[in-house]
Antibody
Framework: QVELQESGPGLVKSSETLSLTCTVSGGSIRNYYWSWIRQPPGKGLEWIGYMYDTESTNYNPSLKTRVTISVDTSKHQFSLKLTSVTAADTAVYFCARDPSASRGYFDSWGQGILVTVSS | DIQMTQSPSSLSASVGDRVTITCRASQRISDYLNWYQQKPGKAPDLLIY???TLQSGVPSRFSGSGSGTDFTLTISGLQPEDFATYYC?????????FGQGTKVEIK
């Protein structure tokens, strides 16, 4: 049973960079798509982007200029960096696994981490 | 971006009721449609993928149907643990987008 766990600062200052890590345990990090999704307090879900294995990335165009997702297979981790954050980036950030190359559904999720952007 | 619109936004129902939630895509997405359940303070759980395939371990009272632009999630015989918010998600194109959610509350 794969488990995912997000980690990182819960508070980031406006204009700085948000950096989160997702640690994968109980399963392989190779040959899967790994996504980040966020949810502002009381609101719906927004897909941020994914990285496939160590090969390719795809980002939400609305965030593309500010987002980088990377994978460290040796540490069984993948990471999210979001630059130039504002209050609008305050959200619970989830990492998730997509087991399907063609279907794109998320079958395993981390518990989520609340990141607050302060001024 | 493909817009996903769920209806209703919320509903009240009783234990044992049959509940139907609708999701409409702004363009055709074949069957690239997934459903998730989210309880307060928790991550979403996958219920159904590819419009009608039940995720392993999900009770059979959950079912999904549809293709193209119109999809439904049905809960046949609502249970106390089913009171939650439900989201649809399209994965036909990037960005992968979610509906706004449907909150199922106790009547």
């Amino acid at each position: 049973q794969v488990e995912l766990q997000e980690s990182g600062p819960g508070l980031v200052k406006s204009s700085e960079t948000l950096s989160l890590t997702c640690t994968v345990s109980g399963g392989s990090i190779r040959n899967y798509y790994w996504s980040w999704i966020r949810q502002p307090p009381g609101k719906g879900l927004e897909w941020i982007g994914y990285m496939y294995d160590t090969e390719s990335t795809n980002y939400n165009p609305s965030l593309k200029t500010r987002v980088t997702i990377s994978v460290d297979t040796s540490k069984h981790q993948f990471s999210l960096k979001l630059t130039s954050v504002t209050a609008a980036d305050t959200a619970v950030y989830f990492c998730a696994r997509d087991p399907s190359a063609s279907r794109g559904y998320f079958d395993s999720w981390g518990q989520g981490i609340l990141v607050t952007v302060s001024s | 971006d493909i817009q996903m619109t769920q209806s209703p936004s919320s509903l009240s129902a009783s234990v044992g009721d049959r509940v139907t939630i609708t999701c409409r895509a702004s363009q055709r997405i074949s069957d690239y449609l997934n459903w998730y359940q989210q309880k307060p303070g928790k991550a979403p759980d996958l219920l159904i993928y590819a419009a009608s395939t039940l995720q392993s371990g999900v009770p059979s009272r959950f079912s999904g149907s549809g293709s193209g632009t119109d999809f439904t999630l049905t809960i046949s015989g609502l249970q106390p643990e089913d009171f939650a918010t439900y989201y649809c998600q399209q994965t036909y194109s990037i960005p992968r987008t979610f509906g706004q959610g449907t909150k199922v509350e106790i009547k």
